[in-house]
């Protein structure tokens, strides 16, 4: 495989780039991508005009409303109020345990990752003082069922707003895709494999659970916002189908209005302190990453790349299929899975040309796999880092081993039954 002087230049920029986000810090990973998308402009890899339109506007926009909404939303407490109804008195312990892990996956997907476990660590605390046991492996479950469920819809995770990006999908289609069964469903099935997981994990957990500690509801205002967001969402799924930034617009709309709602009820300060604080790096992460990736693609390697799994699996789809999805879930293992998701959907696409496959079942396992990868290794996500924080601060130092314990099997048993059913319903 010969690559030319320009084709060489980038993809040199590229490994830099790799290899600076393995090794940054998280505040930092927005200025290294930054700094490689300027590198590519400024050599003429890629024009201005090139860079822009490399990048997915209606993603960038969908992060950056669902932000704003997510904040609002955590600070009204009506998920740490359902949460605690959820999880009442009189459970049995192993049962709570589980519940709470189901609870923290089902507010993640429409809440952001970290912020779904930070809204259901105090209950864990309470749960795991009162029966006098290890806070550490409710937390890392939290954690491992969030990242799964991230995966489920538009507006769960970065990597399921990439692939509507890259597949051009609607809310809907994450639920019903071209007359088949869409993402969502197929992480529900990871989801029941995963549950059986932590079902084995908790044996230990005895007696019954406590009261746990009471929550007061801000104001409903912010979860209305967001009902009516999926609402609006799947509506203009149906009826306005061309609206190429739509989900995006939405998102700022209804994130605007979040945060006026906010302003309105405490103080414009308090509210910029407050958004200060958010993730707002990796908004930018992603908007550098798409400039990077479009290198890739403007001058050729993304072909090359494809041509060269195609000759790796033999002319196969399904040892391209199976090399993808697995080969996800490694390198996700210790790889941010947003650049890696990036890089990899025009890689499935063109794969996909290649060897006469839909591309939904390259690209869809590839996602699944990235996503549900982070879950073997404490540093593979940002949940985990915080999960393994917050049981830190309790005096119980989380291993690379002991979280490997629950999120290896995790991992294998939640990927392995949507790499089963996807093959079936996608070949």
Same mark, same amino acid.
């Given at each position: 495989?010969?690559?030319?002087?320009?084709?060489?230049?980038?993809?040199?920029?590229?490994?830099?780039?790799?290899?600076?986000?393995?090794?940054?810090?998280?505040?930092?990973?927005?200025?290294?991508?930054?700094?490689?998308?300027?590198?590519?402009?400024?050599?003429?890899?890629?024009?201005?005009?090139?860079?822009? *339109?490399?990048?997915?506007?209606?993603?960038?926009?969908?992060?950056?409303?669902?932000?704003?909404?997510?904040?609002?939303?955590?600070?009204?407490?009506?998920?740490?109020?359902?949460?605690?109804?959820?999880?009442?008195?009189?459970?049995?312990?192993?049962?709570?345990?589980?519940?709470?892990?189901?609870?923290?996956?089902?507010?993640?997907?429409?809440?952001?990752?970290? $912020?779904?476990?930070?809204?259901?660590?105090?209950?864990?605390?309470?749960?795991?003082?009162?029966?006098?046991?290890?806070?550490?492996?409710?937390?890392?479950?939290?954690?491992?069922?969030?990242?799964?469920?991230?995966? $489920?819809?538009?507006?769960?995770?970065?990597?399921?707003?990439?692939?509507?990006?890259?597949?051009?999908?609607?809310?809907?289609?994450?639920?019903?895709?071209?007359?088949?069964?869409?993402?969502?469903?197929?992480?529900?099935? *990871?989801?029941?494999?995963?549950?059986?997981?932590?079902?084995?994990?908790?044996?230990?957990?005895?007696?019954?659970?406590? *009261?746990?500690?009471?929550?007061?509801?801000?104001?409903?205002?912010?979860?209305?916002?967001?009902?009516?967001?999926?609402?609006?969402?799947?509506?203009?799924?149906?009826?306005?189908?061309?609206?190429?930034?739509? $989900? #995006?617009?939405?998102c700022v709309v209804f994130g605007a209005a979040a945060a006026l709602w906010w302003i309105r009820r405490?103080?414009?300060?308090?509210?910029?302190?407050?958004?200060?604080?958010?993730?707002?790096?990796?908004? /930018?992460?992603?908007?550098?990453?798409?400039?990077?990736?479009?290198?890739?693609?403007?001058?050729?390697?993304?072909?090359?790349?494809?041509?060269?799994?195609?000759?790796?699996?033999g002319g196969s789809v399904l040892v391209a299929y199976t090399l993808l999805v697995w080969g996800s879930? *490694? #390198?996700?293992?210790?790889?941010?899975?947003?650049?890696?998701?990036?890089?990899?959907?025009?890689?499935?696409?063109?794969?996909?040309?290649?060897? #006469?496959?839909?591309?939904?079942?390259?690209? /869809?396992?590839?996602?699944? #796999?990235?996503?549900?990868?982070?879950?073997?290794?404490?540093?593979?996500?940002?949940?985990?880092?915080?999960?393994?924080?917050?049981?830190?601060?309790?005096?119980?130092?989380?291993?690379?081993?002991?979280?490997?314990?629950?999120?290896?099997?995790?991992?294998?048993?939640?990927?392995?039954?949507?790499?089963?059913?996807l093959w079936p319903l996608w070949r």
């Amino acid at each position: 495989m010969t690559l030319t002087t320009l084709q060489l230049v980038t993809l040199i920029l590229f490994g830099a780039t790799y290899v600076s986000l393995v090794f940054a810090f998280r505040w930092k990973l927005p200025i290294v991508a930054a700094a490689c998308a300027a590198l590519l402009l400024w050599p003429g890899l890629m024009t201005p005009r090139s860079a822009w *339109a490399a990048v997915n506007w209606n993603v960038v926009l969908l992060y950056f409303g669902m932000l704003l909404l997510t904040e609002t939303l955590v600070l009204s407490k009506a998920p740490a109020v359902l949460a605690e109804k959820l999880v009442g008195e009189g459970l049995s312990a192993r049962w709570a345990a589980v519940l709470v892990c189901i609870v923290a996956g089902t507010i993640s997907i429409v809440v952001e990752n970290v $912020a779904a476990v930070l809204i259901v660590a105090p209950i864990v605390l309470a749960v795991a003082r009162r029966l006098k046991t290890s806070p550490a492996p409710l937390l890392i479950g939290a954690a491992v069922s969030s990242n799964l469920q991230g995966a $489920a819809t538009m507006i769960g995770d970065p990597p399921s707003m990439l692939l509507a990006g890259a597949l051009e999908m609607n809310f809907n289609d994450f639920f019903w895709y071209r007359g088949r069964l869409g993402l969502f469903f197929l992480v529900q099935a *990871a989801a029941l494999m995963g549950t059986a997981v932590l079902w084995v994990v908790f044996r230990r957990y005895t007696g019954k659970v406590p *009261a746990p500690e009471a929550q007061r509801l801000e104001s409903a205002i912010p979860l209305l916002l967001l009902v009516l967001l999926v609402v609006a969402l799947a509506a203009s799924s149906v009826l306005l189908p061309q609206w190429e930034l739509g $989900a #995006g617009i939405l998102c700022v709309v209804f994130g605007a209005a979040a945060a006026l709602w906010w302003i309105r009820r405490h103080t414009a300060r308090t509210f910029l302190r407050q958004v200060w604080a958010l993730d707002w790096g990796t908004g /930018f992460f992603i908007i550098g990453i798409f400039v990077v990736v479009g290198a890739l693609t403007e001058v050729g390697l993304v072909d090359v790349f494809a041509r060269a799994l195609a000759g790796a699996s033999g002319g196969s789809v399904l040892v391209a299929y199976t090399l993808l999805v697995w080969g996800s879930v *490694a #390198g996700s293992a210790f790889i941010d899975n947003v650049p890696f998701v990036a890089a990899m959907l025009p890689v499935c696409a063109g794969l996909a040309a290649r060897l #006469g496959a839909p591309v939904e079942l390259l690209a /869809f396992g590839m996602v699944v #796999g990235a996503s549900v990868g982070g879950n073997i290794t404490p540093i593979g996500a940002s949940a985990n880092i915080v999960a393994v924080g917050i049981a830190r601060r309790e005096g119980d130092a989380v291993s690379f081993g002991r979280f490997l314990a629950i999120g290896l099997p995790f991992t294998l048993l939640s990927t392995g039954i949507v790499y089963l059913l996807l093959w079936p319903l996608w070949r």
